[in-house]
């Protein structure tokens, strides 16, 4: 079980809305630890997507954005495209752990 | 441009060392404030880190598993190298170096490509 919470998969119609939250504690998120988010496509390495909370990596379309709040953070895609089918992980620091950790990862299906 | 890439055994058996190396470019591991992982994924299954050298040499390792991995630098080189002993098959997975980035805690912003390792007999 992961450190960092993520609902398992999440859909959405082609140009719909669809967000993907990132519940922790006060070991980690809530301690301040920045928040990034990766995107994973099928049978490839995690890509960089968003960075230290909600800044877009180089290349990442502007449908994509992050925020965070307390423990928790989310990635929003707006304009779903089948392209965004993947999975997708939240990563932060975890002072428990003395380490990165990973949540247990989204399915993003687009209908 | 950052790359990385793992090489190493495809199969190992149980109760063997897996030696895996990272070979990278674009960088150099004696900047101040980088360093490289290594991340693992079991088939099907979330993203778990390993271990971590930073520039200077420091090391990091996920505690659960600190008694079995060891993580060295060749600057020289541009590698990094893990080994994981007393292997099992629960520890089959695909195996990832990653470049982390200088931050407030540093994070892998660039990923290899990844190597599947299987352990049995």
């Known amino acids: 079980q992961s450190v960092l919470t993520q609902p398992p998969s999440v859909s959405g119609a082609p140009g719909q809305r669809v967000t993907i939250s990132c519940t922790g504690g006060s070991s980690n998120i809530g301690a301040h630890f920045d928040v990034h988010w990766f995107q994973q496509l099928p049978g490839t390495a995690p890509k960089l997507l968003i960075y230290?909370?909600?800044i877009r990596a180089s290349g990442v379309p502007d449908r994509f954005s992050g925020s965070k709040s307390g423990t928790s953070a989310s990635l929003a895609i707006t304009g779903l495209q089948a392209e965004d089918e993947a999975d997708y992980y939240c990563q932060s620091y975890d002072t428990n752990l003395s380490g990165w950790i990973f949540g247990g990862g989204t399915k993003l299906t687009v209908l | 441009q950052i790359t990385l890439k793992e090489s190493g055994p495809a199969l190992v058996k149980p109760t063997q060392t897996l030696t895996l190396t990272c070979s990278f470019s674009g960088f150099s591991l004696s900047t101040s404030g980088l360093g490289v992982g290594w991340i693992r994924q079991p088939p099907g299954k979330a993203l778990e880190w390993l271990a971590l050298i930073y520039w200077d040499d420091h090391k990091r390792y996920r505690p659960s598993l600190k008694s079995r991995l060891t993580i060295t630098k060749d600057t020289s080189k541009n590698q990094v190298v893990l080994t994981m002993s007393n292997m099992d098959p629960v520890d089959t997975a695909t195996y990832y170096c990653?470049?982390?980035?200088?931050?407030?805690?540093?994070?892998?912003?660039?990923w290899g490509q990844g190597t599947l390792v299987t352990v049995s007999s």
């Open positions: 990653a470049h982390f980035r200088e931050a407030a805690a540093i994070f892998p912003d660039h």
């Open positions: 230290t909370n909600n």
